[in-house]
């Protein structure tokens, strides 16, 4: 049960630094900063698509900044279980939303699609992160070779456990 814990803290804390240079990469400050909702923010021009798109642009930014507080908030262990509770109260949210609109509105097609991309971008997201880590990294991988090649330790470890 202990190590099972550990790993849930260990995934908690990398989902955690995941989720946050994400939410950078997508021009997110950190939460701290962004104590007060700037005058120029809240619904307007939404007659007009570009108005619609920063609006919306606007409210995931907000539902964003207070996911990320949360799960950084949140027990090291329950991390995991902040993230997956967002995700659902978040997708009822929309539901509630939706069905306050008339009929004809029809928001389920474009909701799923919302759902679909935002699931899509976080993938696309996480292939650009390791992208720039191999980038950062490749560089210190060869320091790394040089400094430590008279003591690795490496072999030692698999003569145990070749039977």
């Given at each position: 049960?202990?190590?099972?814990?550990?790993?849930?803290?260990q995934?908690?804390?990398?989902?955690?630094?995941?989720?946050?240079?994400m939410?950078?990469?997508?021009?997110?400050?950190?939460?701290?900063?962004?104590?007060?909702?700037?005058?120029?923010?809240?619904?307007?021009?939404?007659?007009?698509?570009?108005?619609?798109?920063?609006?919306?642009?606007?409210?995931?930014?907000?539902?964003?900044?207070?996911?990320?507080?949360?799960?950084?908030a949140?027990?090291?262990?329950?991390?995991?279980?902040?993230?997956?509770?967002?995700?659902?109260?978040?997708?009822?949210?929309?539901?509630?939303?939706?069905?306050?609109?008339?009929?004809e509105?029809?928001?389920?097609?474009?909701?799923?699609e919302?759902?679909?991309?935002?699931?899509?971008?976080?993938?696309?997201?996480?292939?650009?992160?390791?992208?720039?880590?191999?980038?950062?990294?490749?560089?210190?991988?060869?320091?790394?070779?040089?400094?430590?090649?008279?003591?690795?330790?490496?072999?030692?470890?698999?003569?145990?456990?070749?039977?």
């Open positions: 049960m202990c190590g099972e814990l550990d790993d849930n803290v995934i908690g804390q990398d989902l955690l630094d995941r989720f946050k240079v939410s950078r990469m997508m021009g997110l400050s950190d939460p701290q900063e962004k104590a007060a909702v700037s005058p120029t923010s809240g619904p307007k021009a939404l007659a007009s698509a570009a108005g619609r798109a920063r609006y919306m642009d606007q409210l995931f930014n907000a539902g964003l900044t207070r996911a990320l507080a949360d799960s950084a949140a027990d090291p262990e329950e991390t995991i279980d902040a993230l997956a509770s967002q995700t659902i109260a978040f997708a009822r949210l929309a539901g509630f939303l939706a069905g306050q609109l008339p009929p509105a029809d928001l389920f097609r474009a909701a799923m919302a759902f679909m991309a935002g699931h899509a971008e976080t993938g696309r997201l996480t292939a650009q992160y390791r992208r720039d880590q191999d980038e950062a990294h490749g560089h210190s991988h060869e320091d790394h070779e040089h400094e430590h090649d008279h003591s690795h330790s490496h072999d030692h470890h698999h003569h145990g456990h070749s039977h």
